[in-house]
């Protein structure tokens, strides 16, 4: 990882559950993950199915690092869930740094029921769905449930994110290296909401709103959380028709249309938005002629691929 690159990587683009077939190649079969890297720091968003295949690239350069296992590269990565519904936590237990003793795994996310987010992970992905329990995890964890008021600071002296609890971002001065990330909650997704993320990095800012559906009249606090943002991930999940369908409305969902998304890049002023949270039947031939109708739009509107890489 390079001193100051902030760089972005889609590991899983669509929503509800994976898909495996030859017509879902292009855009991608896997769920909800975007890997995130901004300078010495690696940080995930969401841990659906993607985040298996970044898990066992990350393994890789571990392993690649030492023949001399006591002198391997430790690993160090935050992740961050948006909310525990299935398709953002179903690759967790298979993400192999987990299983490794000199990984630092720091997890932040939203799970807005009484329990926490630990318990709740404790209960859907483990124990009785899985061979293992939470706490058998040989890595170093931290599980941290996070609110609006948050916010988390990375930075070279510390191992693992602070969190400092503001009631604006005036309060914080950043250091010229500081990774700030900041959160803004959407009530809009059954039944408790969904967390967004803005990751700022040396005067850029990426913002991360899945799981999201837009008000009339636009979500308006979103707009203003995006506000000018180097790049806005923004979900999609839905045509405008499928959303209207009589036969099977799609309104109340907690999800967005791509009519949506690209009504609230524009409203923010985004440098570049992509189009994320694809439903699991929308095969490639369907999102590339979704892709060039918004691309003849705006050039710098696009579909999240599996595999795409955007330096900001």
Partial sequence: MKNNEFKVKFWGTRGSY??????????????????????????????????????????????????NALDRT?????????HVHQDHIQGLNFFKPINILNTQFSLFG???????????????????????????ITADCCFADISE????????????????RISDLSEIKPKKDDVIISFMKSNSHPNYGVMCFK???QGKNLVFATDTE????????????????????????????????????????????????YETANAAN?????????????NDEKLTFIENIFNNKNKNYFLAKEGLEICL
């Fill in 18 to 67: 994976p898909v495996a077939n030859q017509n879902f190649l292009k855009y991608g079969g896997n769920t909800s993950c975007v890997e995130v890297i901004a300078g010495p720091h690696r940080i995930i968003l969401d841990g659906g199915t993607g985040i298996i295949p970044l898990g066992d690239k990350i393994f890789k350069e571990y392993i690649s690092s030492s023949e």
């Fill in 74 to 82: 430790p690993i160090n990565v935050t992740v961050l869930l948006s």
């Fill in 110 to 136: 939203y799970s807005g029921f009484d329990t926490t987010l630990y318990e709740n992970l404790s209960e859907l992905i483990y124990g009785k769905s899985f061979p293992i329990n939470l706490y058998d």
């Fill in 149 to 164: 008021a948050d916010i988390l600071i990375l930075n070279k002296e510390t191992p693992t994110p602070l969190v400092k």
């Fill in 199 to 201: 990751i700022s990095y």
């Fill in 214 to 261: 837009c008000y009339s009249g636009g979500s308006k606090k979103l707009e203003l959380f995006a506000k000018d943002a180097d790049l806005l991930i923004h979900d999609s999940q839905y045509t405008t028709e499928d959303y209207l369908s009589n036969a099977m409305p799609k309104q109340g969902f907690g999800h967005s249309t791509f009519d949506m998304a």
């Fill in 270 to 282: 985004v440098k570049k938005l992509a189009f994320y949270h694809f439903d699991p039947s929308y």
